[in-house]
């Protein structure tokens, strides 16, 4: 019984563990190829192809095994229900993992002073410019900041200017600028900063 299960001639084997495997190879190699085509996207050069092995070698396991059961129609579903969730969680590891730039463009007609000053405040670097909208006068804001800073700007602006108009883009490459430095957070700075709230 355990010789006919690990040659694959079981009906277990071939209908349920078989493509189980061949579905979380697929999650896993189509979860990197998703991460590594954002990576190449994003000028990661290094990075990129390091996980393209790994990327190709999952795929030939996957891909032998379905040539290997070409009369299982199991392996087909797993094959592309693994290929839909790869996408899905590579794209959600990027997202958690947070790397690289993003320019955020603003444009409202209100008064910025204040939502310029707050963002300076924070050591966003922010520029300033004057335009013509199609109702009059605006004020176009341009600030890039770091991926993981993003929700955090969008609250500054919906706070100061909840009507105000803007655009996120990637940034592939940039020159000198200011910057928000991303210095890491230890044990002794909340313990400063209890101290600083009991004053």
Known sequence: MVQEFISGDSQLFTWVILPLLIFFARIA???IGTMRLIFLSKGYKYIAPFLGFFEVIIWLLAIG???EHLDNFMCYI?????FAMGNFIGITLEERISI???????IT??????LVEHLRSLNFGTTVTDAAGSKG???????????KDVQEVIKIIQQHNPHAFYTIEDVKALNEGIFR???RKTIFDSFSFKL???K
Request: no cysteine; net charge positive; proline share 2%.
């Open 29 to 31: 190699d189509q979860s």
């Open 65 to 67: 095994q379905i040539m």
């Open 78 to 82: 797993a094959y592309g229900l693994g």
């Open 100 to 106: 690289g730039n993003v320019i955020i463009r603003v």
């Open 109 to 114: 007609g209100t008064e910025t002073i204040t």
């Open 137 to 147: 006068p605006v004020k176009i804001l341009f600030t890039i900041i770091k991926r």
């Open 181 to 183: 430095s991303t210095k």
């Open 196 to 198: 600083k709230k009991a």
